[in-house]
């Protein structure tokens, strides 16, 4: 944050218009400015701050509270980073583990200020997950829950017409809205889901009693496992008699900007496809060690959909001519095949489907939608697939996993930003690559207690809460600067000023596929906080996956 935000940030978030360089040019002094993470350090956490300078500076920490200085030190000296076109250095302030507000000064007249707090990263943690209940079809939010955001129910969804045969009607109630528009996803929904109970299954002691106010959080279960299931029970109504998975429900066009009761064009589940059936039975296998008691029938839903993969190898989704909703389309399976292969494998022990999953795995990779080899990959080197794993088939499968995850550490190292982001990074949805990232990388720390692995990874936290070129922290209603204006439906249309809060936006990239006008145009600075900006600003609940994740492995991990 620079000087002029900071002031900013005392009285609210309206003074976002005004820059620092136009305060560079006015004062004539130099001026520089600093990104950090706005929203809070957990007290043991590496934590670096970006120091926008062309030479090294030296840099004094003060505690607020007590007006004592607690750190003086010099930055790194200073590098270019050509995807934001700034020359940025770091100031490590590491040492600094007393909970508290610090100012961070350059000079007589710079300062950011910033939080170690790990009530902060606690309270955006359960916003990160209650922004699934906002996301909720087919359910009134009760202001009890809701707050402000408090809403009528939309899409109840219990007659939902086949497009392919028109005179079949079904009912597909419940599950998420999978972004800022209204419509459902096999595809999204499932590496969506899967993360969530991936964050279960790897840090079951954290979330076992862990609730943030939501209908079920007076019933016994976990309330992560209350909200997945909201999603599972609607993923399960989108299996066809054949086994075979439909690939989305949706209408035929994207609905107007209104509240969800308001958006009542009629919904239709849409062709079967190898994608998404793959999907569905590596949800539904790894589903079925989550919840012990439904463990049948989510195994069964698991291995018919898989039957029908079999049968229907090749079956990629395109969206009809009439069809003008988001496509989620993949003409590529091996990762599906190797996903799908693994979780049944680890949920049966069945060799038939070891061998299977052997035949399509490939290279370690980020997860995303539609490259999910990362994902049989967490699941192979957690405890249950090591479990199930030959011992020496779980020794080559780490060491390749380290080797990708050591790629993500000498990035970051080598970036100015101290960010594991390349060029090749910053597509639509940067911020969920980046979450992605973390997610892999919290995972290689926690197969090899390797400390690069976790600075790595909590560097990456820290770029999307405010330690980026932009100045954003990335997440609605945490941060100093967060979004206001975010593609989102409901929030564009309920008249309350504040967005849904725990969303993170889709990030900097410069394919600008959208009407907006944007000032700045490199891959990592072409952002605008605009309802225009769907390609920089939408949220999805892919993304926010990693983002719960990442924040429950930095709650439990860090210390
Ligand atoms: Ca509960
Ligand atoms: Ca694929």
């Given at each position: ?125 359960d916003?990160a ?6 996301n ?38 419940k ?46 279960q ?7 299931s ?50 569905f ?138 960010t ?68 989102h ?17 889709g ?11 944007y ?19 939408e ?21």
């Amino acid at each position: 944050l620079s000087l002029v935000f900071a002031i900013g940030a005392c009285s609210g978030v309206n003074s976002t218009s005004s820059t620092a360089s136009s305060a560079t040019a006015d004062s004539g002094s130099q001026l520089v400015e600093f990104y950090a993470n706005q929203v809070g350090f957990l007290p043991q956490q590496q934590k670096h701050i970006v120091v926008r300078t062309s030479q090294a500076v030296s840099y004094r920490v003060t505690n607020t509270a007590s007006g004592q200085t607690v750190l003086e030190g010099t930055t790194s000296t200073p590098n270019y980073w050509p995807l934001a076109d700034q020359t940025v250095a770091v100031a490590d302030v590491s040492s600094i583990t007393a909970p508290g507000l610090y100012r961070l000064s350059v000079g007589d007249n710079d300062y950011t200020t910033f939080r170690i707090s790990a009530q902060r990263v606690s309270a955006l943690h359960d916003a990160a997950i209650k922004a699934y209940y906002y996301n909720r079809a087919g359910m009134a939010l009760d202001p009890a829950f809701a707050g402000k955001w408090h809403r009528e129910a939309g899409h109840t969804d219990t007659h939902v017409i086949n497009l392919n045969e028109p005179k079949i009607s079904l009912a597909s109630p419940k599950g998420w809205y999978d972004a800022g528009d209204y419509n459902k996803y096999i595809v999204n929904s499932g590496i969506s889901t899967y993360t969530l109970m991936r964050a279960y299954l790897d840090f079951p002691d954290f979330y076992v009693q862990r609730r943030w106010n939501i209908p079920e959080s007076t019933n016994n279960q976990p309330d992560l496992l209350d909200e997945i299931s909201w999603n599972l029970d609607w993923m399960l109504t989108m299996q066809d008699t054949d086994g075979g998975v439909f690939h989305k429900l949706t209408t035929l066009n994207f609905a107007p900007a209104v509240m969800p009761a308001e958006a009542t064009e009629q919904r239709y589940v849409v062709a079967k496809g190898t994608a998404a059936s793959l999907n569905f039975a590596a949800v539904m296998a790894t589903a079925a060690r989550v919840y012990p008691q439904q463990q049948s029938n989510f195994l069964a839903a698991a291995k018919r959909a898989w039957q029908w993969a079999l049968e229907n190898p090749q079956v990629a989704y395109k969206n009809a001519q009439n069809v003008k909703t988001g496509e989620y389309g993949d003409s590529s399976f091996n990762d599906e095949f190797a996903w799908a292969a693994s979780e049944l494998f680890i949920t049966t022990g069945e060799q038939d489907y070891l061998i299977e999953a052997q035949r399509y795995l490939g290279s370690p990779s980020t997860p995303g939608w539609s490259d999910t080899m990362g994902l049989a990959y967490l699941s192979l080197l957690s405890e249950q697939g090591q479990n199930a794993l030959p011992a020496e088939r779980y020794q080559t499968l780490k060491t390749r996993f380290l080797d990708y995850a050591d790629a993500l550490v000498k990035t970051s190292q080598a970036s100015p930003f101290r960010t594991a982001m390349t060029a090749n990074d910053f597509v639509w949805g940067s911020n969920g690559v980046a979450m992605n990232h973390a997610m892999v990388l919290a995972s290689a720390y926690r197969m090899s207690n390797d400390p690069a692995y976790l600075h790595t990874f909590t560097g990456l936290v820290d770029y999307v809460l405010g330690k980026n070129p932009v100045d954003y922290s990335y997440v609605t209603g945490f941060g100093e600067i967060s979004p206001r204006f975010i593609h989102h439906r409901q929030s564009h249309a309920d008249g309350i000023a504040e967005p849904v809060p725990g969303f993170l936006v889709g990030g900097a990239q410069n394919g600008q596929q959208d009407n907006c006008q944007y000032s700045a145009s490199l891959p990592a600075t072409s952002y605008k906080d605009n309802w225009c900006s769907y390609s920089t600003n939408e949220v999805t609940i892919n993304w926010n996956a990693p983002l719960v994740y990442s924040l429950a492995a930095m709650l439990t991990l860090t210390e």
